[in-house]
């Protein structure tokens, strides 16, 4: 059973920046949030299967928007996780092993991106074997992290965590601790945490409290369509708890004419969600840029590791300090994680 045990959760986060990518960055960012590793999450997907539904098929926009994301990314040394739905990998393999070959760490995002709350334990399972098999065979390497599609680990789909764990996966970011109509557990942790059923780590993305429920802000539609200055304030929120942030991104949000393209190719899109899909696509390559300009971030896996934070046993370590002038990338940080269940 999920309750909400945050305030038990003990994770500091370390240092990590080099004296480049400091001195890169831009004097309004607060200087004390590029001391914070957090975690920059991709979901590799196309809109129309991501948001209209599984039935659509895979269109080549992935590729070049996915290639945008890839050249910020490395502009600014900044290595992150891709959640790969492996419908698309199938359609563009080489696209996913270029991913993997510029560093970042492949993950499973499941292979139709049919939603939890739809499907059966079954049926989830075989896609996630299949989603399995395609990555393996790309990169050589068994993906560690899973997320569900939409976030749709809900209460009534929490049967997956266990069929996760079963499938060698150590971590799941499939939990959004938030209220919404078609996703969230409001009472899930905000804080990264034990599966309470299987062992299995849960890395919530970013959530800031107020008026006493959590809110989404870092990642996706919220963090297009919020003002830049609303979600780096929230990101600093999260670092004063102690934590670090988690945080996601679509390739297709910086596809500025990408709903567009897709009416004129036929698809049925309503003018609700023309408006709340394209709205504010202009700005997210500024938008991310001043993100990975004032913050630090990494794979999940690597914070995972940073943190001592292993599926298994909890583990208690002694903080470590990384040395002045070390890649962020490879720097050293952190730990105490003694990490509640839920
Ligand atoms: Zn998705």
Redesign the pocket.
Known sequence: MFMNRTSSVETTVGLASSEETVASRSDACASSSRHIVNALTI?L?DWPI?VLGPQHEISGRVVENTRRLLQLLSWHHVRATFFV?TRVALRFPELVQEVHAAGHEIAS?GHG?ELLTTISPRRFEQDVRTSIEVLTQLTGQRPLGYRA??FSIVPSTRWAGPILADLGFRYSSSIFPIRHPRYGIPDAPNAIHRWANCDLIECPVATVRALGRNWPVAGGGYFRLLPGMLARGALRWVHRQGRPAVVYLHPYELDVGGVSFHKDEGLSVSLRRHLTQALFRGRMEHRIHRLLECFTFTTLEDLLRRNRIQAGADRMSHPEQASAGQHRGAAGAVVRASLPRS
């Open positions: 979901d997907e991501a739905l995002h991106h599609p939409a």
